[in-house]
């Protein structure tokens, strides 16, 4: 992979939220038919529990991960056929976040995207197995040699991946968001809790874009950066959405964090106080991306979008 | 690495039980403190997490996969500080897989070990998370630059260990399983269960030691097909056991298999005929060793002690 690194100076433009819908959609349809194409078809005895991890992953959700991937690695002239393989990947691995984060000793969700959670249509079993075997194979694609990456890139992926979804990584913010329910956190805990519950997950999609470039250990440093304040922002706008927006926008129950007396940012700053945090982070998000120039153009539209979407 | 392919004629021994013995809990300490170390130390928000990993993990059981992982890798001269990484890894992997088959939802088992299991020690969340970030984990090892294997082996024991662990393996194995329950299954039916549940971690565990010593294809092949008849033989003999020893013998509740209506071997041969597969599966394994010569007694051995353990 030739490196295309970017050396025009810093244009950073008012958001163009037709274009980037325009192109998330775009993308979010190579991801989904890619994700198909990784999954196995449904048959034989095991049936079921492919329907199980089909049902999890396709046919929802707007891709935000995945969209982070595939753009950054574009930045260095990856082609999508590529990068989409990597977008897939770290799609199954949210959506197995998702179904475990569902179960009735979890969060103990019905719902999930306006759909039935895969615990509510299948069964518990089904859904526990789903969502390991979902994270087995978003590991596998990756070392796959048609991700025609080098094994040095692959390796590279994995342990970035690795690193970002266990004990250190979101599994860890999982387990800190479980422990915390029911008493007052302070906001630098919750800020932590966050970054790895889902900051971890997207600060890697935008980093493994880099990895796959071969980028240069500063500019996969700054999306990498970029990528973990893209996170911040999104958690931020969460609780401010759920605080705000009606279940009908949501697609789920909505004023559940007050409900449960969650320490939340809106909690902890009200909702003006949160919006200036995620506006903070945002802008930090989009610094990062001044050595893009107007290449890096989506990305920053895309640091507006989280903060401004109402589902 | 070096190969020393071994030019022996075949040598079958009558089984050294006291050797193999000294030899399997000589590994399983190494194992041991290898997963210790490789597992993070208790502090910091996620403690429990950790707790729960470490607790699942540690202190217990006679390394069977790590042992075979470990030893089959000594047959190409690969020292042992390199393969008992991958040993902890898919003795990782091993022990999520039972922390989520005792979960409520699945075989509802409160104890493993003699010891609570780990959803009762802790609780649901608490041991589907850890199952989760064990997993992880065990994928991070692979790939981790101190394996001091190339990264085309690190990538080689990636893919071969998803295949082994997913929806085509035991994954899929657990759902054919829990699907199977309280229905009478015909005998290909369930040694096609068990070949994924349980035959393909063994299967891998021996052919890992393969991949680490960069052995031949036809070498691979053998040391594969060796694990998958000692995978088979292990889960019939796992069937005998349920049905002839003691529950103080086993550590756990005896004739279960029987009260839950399961298709066992057992069930479908009688104890003498499963017995007998046992014995014809054993053999199947040994043939496989010839290349080997006297280098692979202690896989010999252990052919015969999987089918002639108590416990």
Redesign the interface.
Same mark, same amino acid.
């Given at each position: 992979m030739s490196m295309t690194e970017p050396t025009q100076t810093t244009i950073i433009r008012a958001t163009d939220a037709a274009l980037l819908k325009q192109d998330m959609g775009a993308r979010a349809s190579v991801i989904e038919s890619t994700i198909d194409a990784l999954l196995?078809p449904t048959k034989g005895?095991?049936a079921?529990?492919?329907d199980a991890?089909r049902y999890a992953t396709l046919g929802g959700g707007k891709r935000l991960r995945g969209y982070l991937a595939v753009t950054a690695a574009s930045l260095f002239g990856v082609p999508e056929s590529q990068s989409a393989r990597v977008a897939a990947s770290v799609e199954m691995l949210h959506a197995?976040s998702l179904v475990?984060d569902d179960?009735p000793?979890?969060d103990d969700d019905d719902m999930r995207r306006g759909q039935p959670s895969t615990h509510r249509k299948f069964?518990?079993?089904?859904a526990?197995?789903a969502?390991?075997?979902l &994270?087995?194979?978003a590991?596998?694609i990756l070392?796959?040699?048609h991700t025609h990456a080098?094994?040095?890139v692959?390796?590279d992926l994995? &342990?970035s991946f690795?690193?970002a979804?266990?004990?250190?990584g979101m599994?860890?913010g &999982?387990?800190?968001d479980?422990?915390g329910e029911g008493r007052a956190l302070p906001l630098d805990?919750v800020r932590?809790?966050h970054a790895l519950k889902t900051g971890c997950l997207i600060r890697y999609s935008a980093e493994a874009g880099a990895i796959l470039g071969q980028a240069s250990a500063d500019l996969r440093k700054r999306l990498r950066a970029y990528g973990a304040n893209i996170g911040a922002a999104f958690q931020i706008a969460d609780d401010v959405l759920d605080a705000t927006a009606t279940a009908e926008e949501l697609g789920k129950t909505a004023g559940k964090d007050e409900a449960s007396g969650k320490s939340t940012f809106v909690a902890l700053l009200g909702i003006d106080g949160a919006r200036n945090e995620a506006a903070r982070v945002t802008e930090a998000a989009i610094a990062e991306l001044a050595p893009f120039g107007a290449q890096a153009d989506r990305l920053r539209d895309l640091a507006y979008y989280v903060i401004e979407r109402r589902n």
């Open positions: 196995p005895g095991d079921r529990l492919i991890m197995y475990h179960l000793a979890m069964d518990e079993a089904t526990i197995l969502g390991d075997a &994270q087995t194979r590991f596998e070392a796959a040699a080098s094994a040095d692959r390796i994995i &342990q690795a690193e979804s266990g004990a250190a599994v860890g &999982q387990m800190i479980m422990e805990e932590h809790l």
